[in-house]
C-alpha cells in the first residue's frame, strides 16, 4: 500500500505541469488567462492563481475603487465541493485622469491574484478543474463591458510543489501591505488632513505620494492632494468628497498609500497630525498633472482626431452636400481649388473659435452651457431652418447666389466665390457643432477646465481637423483631376444635392417643435411659405431683370427672417406629444437615486432633439424589439436627460463625466457601483450586453 501511494503521488507530481495549463481568452480590448503561481497544490493546502490581463495599448481596466467613474472586475467562481477562493488581493493601481475626472485602474498587463485553498481530503493525484468568470469594464475615450469564461485544471500533488510563476509573485509584491505605519486624520478649513508616520517613511522620497481610498465616496479624486513633508512622515491634504463633504464624520479613512514606488495599505483614525508628519517646507501639489493628466498636446491631438471623426457624423451629412458641389465645380482649376479649400478651412476656424470664445466668456459669468449650446436656443434653430431652405432653393435652381456650377472655373478667383466657400464652412460648424465624435468629448471637456489660451489651442485642434479632408482635397490634383470635366450634369447634381438640405430644415422645424410646441412650427411654416415666395421673386427678378421684383423679394424675405428670430418662443404645452428620444422616464437626480436605492439597473441617455447623432441611437441602438425586452425582463429603466433647452443641472452632470456636450449613455449596476460610460456610437449588442453586465453586477 504504501509502494501505491508513492506511485500515486509520482503520478500526480509528474501530470501537474501538463494540468496546469490553460488558453487565453480574448475579450473586448484585453486579453484574459486564469494563471496558477504553482504547478500543483498539497491537500489542504494553498496555491495563489491569478486572472491575468494584457491590455490594449491605450484601453484600462480598473481598482476595487474605480475612482470618480468606472467598474471594478468581478470575479465569479465555479470549484469543486471543499474548494474555496478567497478575495482579490489587488495591487496598486495609478491615476487614470480622463478630462476632469480621476479615475483609478491599470494599464498593459495586470495580475490579480486569489488565493485557493484545498480541501483537507483532497487526493493526490486527481485533476482538478477550476473555472472563473471574469467581468471587466474596459476603457479608453469610451467604456466597453468585457466578460471572459477562463479555466484551469491544477494537480493535487503529495507535497506542495515549488513555485513556477514569478509573475504572480511580483503581482503579490505590489500588492499593498500593512506595514509598521501609524495614520490618522483631521476635517480642517483646508480640508482633510491625513497624517502617516512610520520608519519606512523617514528616509523615503515624499515628493509624489498619493492616497487611494477604499471608498469612492470620502474624498474628491480629481482634487489634488497637497504633500507636507515632515521628519517622521507626512501629511496629505485631501479634498473631501461624497457625504464627508456635507459635514458627515466616517469612523475611519482606509486606502492606500503610495510613496517612493512602494504602496502601503493604511486605516487611518480621527486624530490631530502629529509633528512628525509636519514641518519640512511648504505642501507641494501632488494632483492629475502628476499623474499623467490630460495635458495641452495630448488634449489638442485628441481634439484633431475629434475633428476628422466629426465629419461622418450625421450632424455634417447635409453639409457634405455643400462641400460635394463645391469641389465639383472647381475640379478644372487646381489655384482656384486651393483657394476655395482655404476659404472653407478659415470659415471652419474662424466659426469654432468664436463659438468656443463665446461658451468661454458664458461660463466665466455662471452660465450653465456646453458645446451645441446655439441649438438650444428656439430663434436660433428658427434662423437656421429658414437658412437650409433658403439654400436648398439656391441649390433647386430657384434663384442663384454667385456664380453658377458651369461658370464657376471663371469665378474662382472671385471675391463672391470664395465667400461662399467661407461661408459653407461656417454654417458647418453650426450644424455640425453639437455633435460629440469619438476622441472629442475628453478633449473638448478638458478643454472647459482650462484658462482661455489652453481652451482656444484645443479648439483650433478641433478646427482642422473638421476641416482637414476638404481642404487636403482641394490641394490634392491627383484627385482633383479624377473628378469628371464641367458640364450640364453639374447641375444635376446641384438640383440632387437640395434634397438633403431640405431634410436638414425638416429636422429643425422638428427641433423648434420640441423646443417651442406647435404654435412655433406654425409660426416658422408661414414663414417657410414667406422665403419661398421670396425667392421665387429674385429669381424671376435675376431672369427678367426687374428691379421692383427684387425689391420686393428682398423685403418679403427679411420680414419672414426677423418674424422667425425675433418671435418669443415658449416651451411646448405641458403633455406634448414631442419628445428628443423614444420611450423611457424623464431624468432627474431624485428620480436616478430612488431607483438607485431599489437596486434597479439604470441608464441614463443624455440627449437633444437637434442632435442627429443622439436620434440615430435612439431608434437603432434603445428602442429595438430586443432591447426593449431586455429592459423589462431585467426590470431596467431608462432616464432620458433631455437637454434640448437648456438645463443646468444636466450641464452639471455632462461636465462632472468629462463631457461638454451629447450624447452620453450612463449605465448603472445594479450593486450601486459607479456606472460604465458606453460608446458616443451604440449598436444594439453594446446597449445588451452593458445592461447584462449591470445586472449581473447585484451582490
Known amino acids: 500500500m504504501r509502494g501505491l501511494a508513492g506511485l500515486v503521488a509520482l503520478l500526480g507530481a509528474l501530470a501537474a505541469p501538463l494540468a496546469s495549463r490553460a488558453e487565453p481568452v480574448r475579450a473586448a480590448h484585453l486579453e484574459a488567462e486564469l494563471v496558477a503561481q504553482a504547478p500543483g497544490v498539497a491537500p489542504g493546502g494553498t496555491v495563489w492563481l491569478a486572472v491575468r490581463q494584457r491590455i490594449d495599448k491605450g484601453w484600462h481596466t480598473y ?14 467562481w465555479t470549484l469543486p465541493a471543499g474548494w474555496r477562493a478567497g478575495e482579490i488581493a489587488w495591487p496598486a493601481p495609478r491615476r487614470l485622469p480622463v478630462g ?26 486527481q485533476a482538478v478543474p477550476l473555472k472563473v468568470h471574469a467581468q471587466f469594464l474596459v476603457c479608453a ?45 483631521q476635517r480642517g478649513p483646508k480640508g482633510v488632513a491625513l497624517a502617516v508616520t512610520g520608519p519606512a517613511l523617514r528616509a523615503a522620497d515624499k515628493a509624489g505620494a498619493y492616497f487611494y481610498p477604499y ?20 501629511t496629505l491634504t485631501l479634498t473631501p468628497g461624497g457625504d464627508f463633504a456635507k459635514g458627515a464624520s466616517p469612523a475611519g479613512l482606509a486606502g492606500v498609500l503610495a510613496v517612493a514606488g512602494k504602496a502601503y495599505e493604511i486605516d487611518a483614525q480621527p486624530g490631530a497630525p502629529p509633528p512628525g508628519a509636519l514641518g519640512l517646507g511648504p505642501p507641494s501639489p501632488a494632483g492629475p498633472a502628476a499623474g499623467g493628466a490630460l495635458s495641452l498636446l495630448p488634449a489638442a491631438l485628441l481634439a484633431f482626431v475629434g475633428g476628422l471623426i466629426l465629419n461622418l457624423m450625421p450632424c455634417v451629412f447635409p453639409i457634405l452636400a455643400m462641400k460635394a458641389a463645391a469641389l465639383a465645380g472647381h475640379a478644372r482649376e487646381a489655384a482656384g481649388a486651393r483657394r476655395q479649400g482655404l476659404a472653407f478651412g478659415a470659415g471652419v476656424l474662424m466659426t469654432f473659435l468664436a463659438l468656443a470664445g463665446t461658451l468661454i466668456v458664458l461660463k466665466a459669468a455662471g452660465t450653465a452651457v456646453g458645446w451645441g449650446f446655439q441649438l438650444q436656443s428656439p430663434q436660433v434653430v428658427a434662423a437656421l431652418a429658414l437658412l437650409m431652405l433658403a439654400v436648398a432653393m439656391n441649390l433647386s435652381g430657384v434663384f442663384q447666389a454667385g456664380t453658377s456650377l458651369q461658370g464657376a472655373g471663371q469665378g474662382l478667383a472671385s471675391r463672391r466665390g470664395l465667400m461662399g466657400a467661407f461661408l ?4 458647418s460648424v453650426v450644424v455640425a457643432a453639437p455633435c460629440t465624435a469619438p476622441f472629442m468629448g475628453p478633449a473638448v471637456g478638458w478643454a472647459f477646465t482650462q484658462g482661455p489660451a489652453a481652451a482656444l489651442f484645443v479648439f483650433t485642434g478641433l478646427a482642422l481637423g473638421f476641416s482637414a479632408p476638404f481642404v ?23 438640383h440632387l444635392l437640395a434634397f438633403p438640405m431640405y431634410a436638414a430644415a425638416g429636422w429643425l422645424a422638428w427641433v423648434l417643435t420640441v423646443q417651442a410646441g406647435a404654435g412655433a412650427l406654425a409660426l416658422l411654416l408661414g414663414c417657410a411659405v414667406a422665403l419661398a415666395l421670396a425667392a421665387w421673386l429674385l429669381g424671376q427678378a435675376q431672369r427678367r431683370g426687374g428691379r421692383s421684383l427684387g425689391v420686393a423679394a428682398a423685403v418679403l424675405g427679411l420680414a419672414a427672417a426677423g418674424a422667425a428670430v425675433l418671435a418669443p418662443y415658449g416651451a411646448p404645452a405641458v403633455g406634448s406629444e414631442a419628445a428628443p428620444a423614444v420611450g423611457g422616464e424623464a431624468y432627474s437626480p431624485q428620480r436616478l437615486a430612488d431607483l438607485r436605492a431599489q437596486g434597479r439597473v439604470v441608464l441614463v441617455d443624455y440627449t437633444a432633439a437637434w442632435c442627429v447623432s443622439c436620434q440615430v441611437n435612439d431608434r437603432l441602438a434603445l428602442s429595438t424589439p430586443r432591447v426593449t425586452g431586455a429592459f423589462k425582463a431585467s426590470g431596467a429603466v431608462l432616464l432620458k436627460a433631455d437637454w434640448t433647452r437648456r438645463d443646468a443641472t444636466i450641464s452639471a452632470d455632462l461636465a462632472r463625466f468629462g463631457r461638454a456636450g451629447v450624447p452620453l449613455y450612463l449605465v448603472y449596476p445594479a450593486d450601486g457601483g459607479a456606472p460604465a460610460i458606453l460608446p458616443s456610437i451604440l449598436t444594439e449588442g453594446i446597449v445588451l450586453r452593458a445592461l447584462d453586465v449591470a445586472t449581473h453586477a447585484k451582490g
Not at 483609478?104 to 480541501?119: I, K, N, S
Not at 484551469?152 to 509584491?173: C, K, M
Not at 474624498?219 to 521628519?231: C, D, L, T
Not at 490634392?476 to 444635376?492: K, S, T
Open 472 to 494: 487636403l482635397v482641394a490641394f490634392a490634383p491627383g484627385l482633383i483631376a479624377r473628378l469628371p470635366r464641367p458640364g450640364p450634369w453639374m447641375d444635376a447634381l446641384k
Open 141 to 185: 475615450e469610451t467604456c466597453v463591458p468585457a466578460e471572459a469564461d477562463l479555466s484551469l485544471t491544477l494537480a493535487v500533488t503529495a507535497a506542495a510543489p515549488p513555485p513556477s510563476n514569478p509573475a504572480i509573485a511580483q503581482a503579490l509584491a505590489a500588492v499593498p501591505r500593512r506595514g509598521d505605519l501609524h495614520a490618522v486624520f
Open 100 to 125: 476632469p475626472l480621476m479615475d483609478y485602474g491599470y494599464e498593459g498587463e495586470v495580475l490579480l491574484p486569489v488565493l485557493l485553498t484545498a480541501p483537507a481530503d483532497a487526493r493526490p493525484g
Open 63 to 76: 481598482w476595487r475603487n474605480p475612482g470618480d467613474a468606472g467598474e471594478p472586475t468581478k470575479l465569479t
Open 215 to 234: 471608498l469612492s465616496s470620502v474624498i474628491s479624486h480629481a482634487a489634488p492632494q497637497a504633500i507636507e513633508r515632515g521628519a517622521e512622515g507626512l
Open 424 to 427: 459653407t464652412g461656417m454654417l
